[in-house]
């Protein structure tokens, strides 16, 4: 019986005490031969008699794991260890400048998954400019039972209909930013890389999705357009078309449904691109370009608006619409409603997106003629912005 290369045997030897684990995620051959076992590994051979049990091949975690201790991360690895690695480092640069901004420190918390992976979040709560402020990046490894990978064929018709479970992937780095200020918009951004695996550890599916919106309370329309030139010129970048195809995804995805408006002035919106879109190494080039255009497109809007005098009236507006932002995110996000169902969640982590304070009033509606019924005149009718 031959064994594939990676696979491993668990050795009881009658000759000696105990039991012998052989495991190695290198090359690893092996034969059984009337209940001798010769085990090839680089140049050498051994031979252990006795009783033999097959172990489970390594899952996905196990050998990411691996290869990160004996390799590190290099443009030959899987792409769930570059995208892993590019938004770690992305997480580290985006808390960093927004610290020399704030004046005031994010608290980090490391955490782990049993299953494989595990994450980051940096939370900053009463800070000088920010109200409330996340940068949180997720590593999860887990497996999709075979009723999640038949709805998830819908868009990905190269996964296996097949089989009873596959293991998956998925990273991603997400933020959101809750001003003081109500001059100063909200902001939120994410980007993550999904993908399967077949048994022996290979990628059976991937796809990538993302975007980044903004949701003002006080609408400025040169910082919506300045916001907007910035994701273009991303997007142009790649394709084109990308912008004004995922602008519109945007103006779609985060509108709430029973407010009839909009979340904010949008951005863009993606999710499920695979290879029927580009090849996998054209869309991780396009999302690292999305991601490093974050700080271009809102830092100089924060700087702009951060100081400017507003009363208490302004104040309780920007309290109203941030509760209309909790309700799409409770009741409509597909994120939030992923990660809460996920087993194992951390729900403190998929809740940093809430602001820390929020209001509703019973019938509601802002003055005619006001700058509050301007915005909400935008948010009822998507603005081509650029």
């Known amino acids: 019986m031959a064994q594939a290369a990676g696979e491993g045997f668990y050795a009881k030897d009658t000759n000696r005490a105990g039991h012998c684990p052989l495991w190695s995620d290198d090359i690893f051959y092996g034969k059984l031969q009337a209940g001798t076992i010769a085990i090839q590994h680089g140049t050498n051979v051994y031979q252990l008699t006795g009783e033999v049990e097959q172990l489970d091949s390594p899952s996905i975690a196990e050998r990411d794991s691996l290869a990160k201790r004996e390799s590190g991360v290099t443009s030959n690895s899987p792409m769930r260890l570059r995208m892993e690695s590019f938004i770690k480092s992305q997480q580290e640069n985006i808390v960093q400048e927004l610290e020399k901004l704030d004046g005031k420190r994010f ?15 940096c939370v900053l709560q009463d800070g000088n400019v920010f109200e409330k402020a996340g940068v949180n990046t997720s590593i999860v490894y887990g497996t999709l039972p075979r009723a999640a990978i038949a709805k998830m064929r819908v868009n990905h018709k190269a ?4 089989v009873e479970s596959l293991e998956f992937f998925a990273a991603g780095l997400s933020l959101v930013l809750h001003p003081h200020n109500p001059n100063t918009p909200t902001v939120h951004l994410n980007y993550r890389y999904f993908e399967t695996a077949n048994a022996d550890g290979t990628s059976n599916a991937w796809w990538y999705g993302g975007g980044t919106d903004l949701t003002p309370s006080y609408l400025y329309d040169e910082d919506v357009i300045h916001f907007h030139k910035a994701i273009k010129n991303a997007c142009d970048a790649h394709d084109r078309s990308y912008y004004p195809r995922f602008k519109k995804w945007c103006d779609d995805y985060f509108y709430v449904k029973h407010r009839g408006e909009s979340r904010g002035v949008g951005g863009i919106f993606f999710d499920d691109l695979d290879e029927t879109e580009k090849d996998q190494e ?7 370009d999305c991601l490093e255009a974050f700080l271009p497109s809102y830092l100089p809007i924060v700087m702009r608006r951060k100081d400017l005098a507003f009363t208490a009236k302004e104040k309780l507006w920007q309290q109203l619409r941030r509760g209309r932002y909790v309700e799409f995110n409770l009741v409509h996000d597909r994120g ?3 990660g809460l169902n996920t087993p194992g969640a951390r729900v403190e982590s998929i809740l940093m997106s809430l602001p820390l304070t929020a209001r509703w009033e019973y019938m509601q509606e802002p003055e005619r003629g006001s700058r509050e019924e301007r915005l909400v005149s935008v948010l009822k009718k998507p603005v081509e912005w650029v």
């Open 107 to 121: 608290r980090t918390d490391k955490w782990n998954r049993p299953d494989g992976g595990g994450g980051t979040s």
């Open 159 to 162: 996964l296996d209909p097949d």
């Open 336 to 338: 939030t409603s992923f």
């Open 282 to 288: 054209q869309l991780f080039a396009f999302v690292q």
